[in-house]
């Protein structure tokens, strides 16, 4: 991971401006309150994962920090961070709800609307940066889901806690392939432990059908090489019948055929988009992601982008 921000090597009685100047770009605009400025100390490293943005964080000496609607009209990101605790306490409070994480456990903040983060000591934290688009395709009523806490003692918030927690130890070795498909892994189990743990909240499906859509998704992900994986193969792997992972994916506006298509474009979105696949002849990426007609590819591909691949590529290479 990259380190975007230490105060090691600033002096005191600049480095809470320092920490304005670097955080607001990191995470959003935002304001805090700093008890001890002589022992305030922060590092914060960075590293993509997929469309999600993963953050270590380790802090001495930060207190309190808020996002107000001032701040938030300068933000350009629409993002949630799932705030993963490692160490110390913090509370957050957003949509009128409070509630305290403990090492293990999680919560989720929408960084467009209000809140406020308590942190009575030193603490470390991994943040996970979800696009809205990515998570509200999972869970309806979002506004419901934040400022909850799920705890690792719940099985699968343990679960979810555990795999997020080794993920930047691990992620510099990983190849963009893996880190793409690690990050559907990591949100359909945010999104199921929230589901499960919400007590209050309406998630867009039980935990149980949010159980079977894990599996579901999965059971896609690891198949979407294959050019002969399609709505049958897909629920058999699943365990389910086709016209029941139609009915659960109709609650979230797509079907099986649609999910695995547009899956597939995304992936080879990626690879069109990263220099280090700029070797890659787009058949290749294509036919590697599970298209087997270059004419089908490519017109599906235009509906969706708004462009063919190769001039979406070329907007990437220059």
């Known amino acids: 991971m990259d380190v975007v921000l230490t105060l090691a090597d600033i002096h005191p009685r600049d480095r809470l401006a320092f920490w304005y100047d670097v955080a607001c770009k990191v995470f959003v605009d935002h304001e805090c309150r700093v008890k001890t400025p002589s022992r305030f ?67 989720l903040l929408d960084a467009q609307r209000p809140y406020s983060c308590n942190y009575p000591a030193d603490w470390k934290q991994i943040i996970i940066k979800i696009p809205h688009r990515s998570l509200k395709a999972r869970l309806a009523a979002s506004s419901e889901l934040t400022a909850h806490a799920v705890r690792h003692e719940d099985s699968v918030g343990d679960l979810a806690s555990g795999y997020m927690s080794m993920i930047p130890d691990r992620i510099d070795t990983l190849h963009p392939l893996a880190k793409s498909q690690i990050a559907e892994h990591v949100l359909d189990l945010i999104a199921l432990s929230l589901a499960t743990a919400g ?38 792997a699943a365990g389910i019948s086709v016209r029941y992972a139609n009915a659960l994916l109709s609650q979230q506006g797509t079907s ?34 599970g298209f087997s007609d270059l004419s089908h590819f490519n017109r599906r591909f235009k509906a969706e982008y708004g462009s063919s691949p190769r001039d979406y590529r070329q907007r990437f290479q220059s």
């Open 41 to 107: 100390d922060v590092t914060v490293q960075h590293a993509p994962l997929g469309d999600l943005g993963v953050v270590n964080i380790e802090s001495a000496g930060l207190n309190f920090a808020q996002v107000t609607e001032r701040t938030i009209t300068n933000a350009e990101d629409d993002v949630f961070f799932l705030c993963l605790q490692l160490s110390g306490t913090a509370t957050f409070n957003q949509d009128g709800r409070e509630t305290t994480i403990l090492p293990g456990d999680f919560a």
């Open 199 to 236: 007590r209050k909240d309406k998630p867009a499906v039980s935990s149980g059908r949010a159980l079977v859509l894990l599996r579901l998704r999965t059971a896609i992900e690891s198949r979407l090489g294959n050019p002969a994986l399609d709505p049958s193969m897909a629920a058999t």
């Open 256 to 289: 099986l055929e649609r999910l695995i298509v547009s899956r597939r474009l995304e992936h080879c979105r990626r690879a069109l988009e990263d220099p280090g696949q700029s070797h890659r002849t787009i058949t290749e990426i294509a036919f590697a992601w």
